[in-house]
C-alpha cells in the first residue's frame, strides 16, 4: 500500500521542517504503529496536510523512550523546498 509509514509533526515543528531540518522527539505529534528503523515515511502536519518525506531516524517503539531533543526523522525533502531553490531551478 502507498503511505503506509506516517509522522505528525507538532505545529511548533512544522515550519522548522519546511526549512530542511529534522524532526526531534520534541516535534513528534504521532507515527504510524510498528514503524522501523530507517522506514520512508510521509511527513504530515496534525491537521493532515502532507509536509514531505523522510526517513525514521527510530522506530515506533524506540520513539517511546528516547531523549525530547534525539532526532525521530531525517529529512529528506519539503513543500518548501520550491520556494528556497527557485532561483536556481531552470
Not at 15 to 24: D, E, I, R, T, W
Not at 48 to 72: H, M, N, W, Y
Request: some cysteine; overall charge negative.
Amino acid at each position: 500500500p502507498l503511505l503506509q509509514y506516517k509522522v505528525w509533526v507538532k505545529p511548533g515543528s512544522e515550519q522548522s521542517f519546511l526549512y530542511g531540518n529534522h524532526v526531534l522527539k520534541s516535534g513528534l505529534g504521532r507515527i504510524t504503529e510498528n514503524t522501523a528503523q530507517y522506514q520512508g515515511v510521509v511527513v504530515y502536519s496534525m491537521a493532515d496536510v502532507p509536509l514531505g518525506f523522510g526517513v525514521a531516524a527510530k522506530s515506533t517503539q524506540e520513539c517511546r523512550k528516547v531523549d525530547p531533543l534525539a532526532i525521530v526523522v531525517f529529512h529528506q525533502a519539503d513543500v518548501g523546498e520550491y520556494v528556497r531553490s527557485e532561483d536556481t531551478l531552470t
